[in-house]
Nanobody, 123 residues
Framework: QVQLVESGGGLVQAGGSLRLSCAAS????????MGWFRQAPGTERDFVAA????????TYADSVKGRFAISRDNAKNTAYLQMSNLKPEDTAVYYC????????????????WGQGTQVTVSS
């Protein structure tokens, strides 16, 4: 199974930017589709974005389209989430996740998770 470690979270003002990283180890990173999810206090964990094993296709939640960009570098075993024009409602713990399933666009298929990184957006 792959091990995932997120980094890059922090406190940012509304309108600002952050880039999250997800470092993978254990199994061949390029075998996994990768996703980002987030969970705000008192809410369920929500899907944010996903990317195929090669990086050739991506998908996003409507709430982040045009503001967030998911990418990956298979040579560095790392996935990224570039977040721009951040809003207070983006405040959450952000998790990266991995799946071997070909159904990479289905959030329920992700079964390897990192520990999360906190993102706080102040107004």
């Amino acid at each position: 199974q792959v091990q995932l470690v997120e980094s890059g979270g922090g406190l940012v003002q509304a309108g600002g930017s952050l880039r999250l990283s997800c470092a993978a180890s254990g199994r061949t990173f390029s075998s996994y589709a990768m996703g980002w999810f987030r969970q705000a206090p008192g809410t369920e964990r929500d899907f944010v974005a996903a990317i195929t094993r090669s990086g050739g296709s991506t998908t996003y939640a409507d709430s982040v389209k045009g503001r967030f960009a998911i990418s990956r570098d298979n040579a560095k075993n790392t996935a990224y989430l570039q977040m721009s024009n951040l809003k207070p409602e983006d405040t959450a713990v952000y998790y990266c996740a991995a799946t071997l399933s070909p159904a990479w666009g289905l959030p329920t298929k992700y079964d390897s998770w990192g520990q999360g990184t906190q993102v706080t957006v102040s107004s």
